[in-house]
């Protein structure tokens, strides 16, 4: 199951594409983080993408990058962004996760 994306994410993520003169933006996982695993977010080139990574076409330039790998701990995860008076931030819902830091970004499985 590929993550869902709130309109407000997706509208933020393509805007964000477009500023780094990119069509492809990466979201997986690595290990790291102050709970075992961290959320990472770049862009990537076409010759970058692995026959095995999957797809979510954002708009008709703009595509989400999830690699193999990754898939496996973010299915299911909404990926949202929201804006506040402290600032703005993507922010990830993902069912798997068992604990989090308080920033976000580090996650444990």
């Known amino acids: ?5 709130t309109d407000s994410a997706k509208n933020y993520l393509i805007a964000t594409a477009k500023k780094q003169n990119t069509n492809n933006i990466y979201f997986g996982v690595k290990g790291g983080g102050c709970a075992g695993f961290k959320y ?10 692995d ?4 797809i979510i076409t954002l708009d008709e330039n ?15 995860c ?3 962004y929201k804006e506040g ?5 993507i922010v990830i819902e993902n ?4 604990s989090s830091c308080g920033c976000g970004e580090s996650v444990g499985f």
């Open 51 to 54: 026959p095995k990574d999957e």
């Open 78 to 80: 909404t990926i949202d």
């Open 95 to 98: 069912p798997q996760a068992t």
């Open 1 to 5: 199951m590929l993550p869902s994306i």
């Open 40 to 49: 990472e977010w770049d862009s990537i080139t076409d010759d970058k993408i």
């Open 85 to 89: 008076f402290a600032g703005s931030q």
């Open 62 to 76: 703009t595509k989400l990058i999830i690699d193999s790998f990754s898939l496996f701990y973010i299915m299911g």
